[in-house]
């Protein structure tokens, strides 16, 4: 199972940075960077599986292109921005994470506006 061996992986990095912490402090982000990388390295594949399947469901419905590829960004937009903020955090940039993360959610908000105003107009036709 891909869980354990991640699981395992992220408390090794913990454990290691722990031992760390005291007499090489410096070292601890970049173990954390390391382990970090490797998940998302482990984590690209689940993102293939996941792409494709939304391109299956893309081809079977008719969902316009451009609604399909929002959705893509706003999946990247989420994953890069909490590993990102994630990394600043254990390098105790909470300010920097915060900052991170306000952004995304800003990035993925105004991505959706073209989604909500499709949605409203649907909405407005079987009304009207």
């Given amino acids: 199972m891909d869980i354990v061996r991640i699981s395992l992986l992220g408390i090794s990095g913990v454990v290691l940075g722990f031992f760390l912490k005291n007499t090489r402090p410096e070292y601890v982000s970049f173990i954390t960077m390391g382990i970090g990388v490797l998940i998302l390295g482990f984590a690209v594949e689940k993102l293939q599986y996941l792409f494709e399947t939304l391109g299956k469901i893309q081809e079977d419905l008719a969902i316009s292109q451009e609604y399909f590829f929002t959705l893509i960004k706003m999946v990247g ?3 890069i921005g909490q590993f990102s ?16 993360e306000l ?3 800003l990035s993925v908000m105004v991505l959706s506006v073209p989604i909500l105003m499709a949605l409203l107009e649907t909405i407005q036709e079987f009304l009207g």
Wanted: aromatic share 10%; net charge positive; with cysteine.
């Fill in 103 to 105: 952004f995304c959610k």
């Fill in 77 to 79: 937009i989420t994953y």
């Fill in 85 to 100: 903020a994630g990394i600043c955090k254990d390098a105790g940039h909470q300010a920097t994470a915060a900052q991170i």
